[in-house]
């Protein structure tokens, strides 16, 4: 069994990106209660950094995962871009690109890639504070771009396949 947190990225009065009234914060949410559920049903002890809408910053929620003695550091988010439309697909974020983050990343855009997200890879980002500041394995998760009509079409309409892959993704790595 693993100690997993999941980080359910904005929140409170930082809604994250946002695309025709949709939050980034409410998918992040949505997703991770979902991912935890099914993660817990396998056996997996889970650690949300937030059940609701409030706001932690990211040194906050990267020092929770420390306290909690985590052995590995999910984060989930949307991305976006300049435009609507303009890109499409999951991208993981990983302090670097050697180790079990980024294998853990590497097996989460794979599963959401046969859910049909198109895999846009794993990029090193080091300056980030969820995966600069935590001393276990860190991937931040972006789940499609919430200004792309076809990620949110296939985010709502699969949802269920979405948060399972998200798991699958992380069981495969433990």
Same mark, same amino acid.
């Given at each position: 069994?693993?100690?997993?947190?999941l980080?359910a990225?904005?929140?409170g009065?930082?809604?994250g990106?946002?695309y025709?009234?949709r939050?980034?914060?409410?998918d !992040?949410l949505?997703? &991770?209660?979902?991912?935890?559920?099914? @993660?817990e049903r396998? #056996?997996?002890?889970v650690y949300?950094?937030?059940?609701?809408d409030?706001?932690e910053?990211?040194?906050?929620k990267?020092?929770?995962?420390n306290?909690?003695?985590?052995?590995?550091?999910?984060?989930?988010?949307?991305?976006?871009?300049?435009?609507?439309?303009?890109?499409?697909?999951v991208e993981?974020?990983?302090?670097?690109?050697?180790?079990? !983050?980024?294998?853990? &990343?590497k097996n989460?855009?794979?599963? @959401?890639?046969?859910v #049909?997200f198109?895999n846009?890879?794993?990029?090193?980002?080091?300056?980030?504070a969820?995966?600069?500041r935590t001393?276990?394995p860190?991937?931040?998760?972006?789940?499609?771009?919430?200004?792309?009509d076809?990620d949110?079409r296939?985010?709502?309409?699969?949802?269920d396949?979405?948060?399972?892959a998200?798991a699958e993704g992380?069981?495969?790595s433990?």
């Amino acid at each position: 069994m693993a100690l997993i947190v999941l980080d359910a990225g904005h929140g409170g009065e930082n809604p994250g990106a946002t695309y025709q009234g949709r939050q980034e914060k409410d998918d !992040a949410l949505n997703i &991770a209660l979902a991912v935890g559920a099914i @993660l817990e049903r396998q #056996g997996q002890e889970v650690y949300y950094t937030r059940t609701t809408d409030i706001y932690e910053s990211p040194q906050q929620k990267a020092a929770e995962g420390n306290q909690a003695g985590a052995d590995y550091f999910v984060s989930i988010h949307r991305n976006s871009s300049p435009y609507p439309n303009q890109y499409t697909g999951v991208e993981s974020l990983v302090y670097n690109q050697y180790g079990s !983050a980024a294998r853990m &990343a590497k097996n989460i855009n794979s599963e @959401l890639e046969k859910v #049909g997200f198109a895999n846009q890879g794993i990029s090193e980002r080091p300056n980030l504070a969820v995966l600069r500041r935590t001393r276990m394995p860190a991937v931040l998760v972006e789940v499609g771009f919430i200004n792309t009509d076809a990620d949110n079409r296939l985010l709502d309409d699969r949802f269920d396949e979405v948060a399972n892959a998200i798991a699958e993704g992380i069981l495969k790595s433990l």
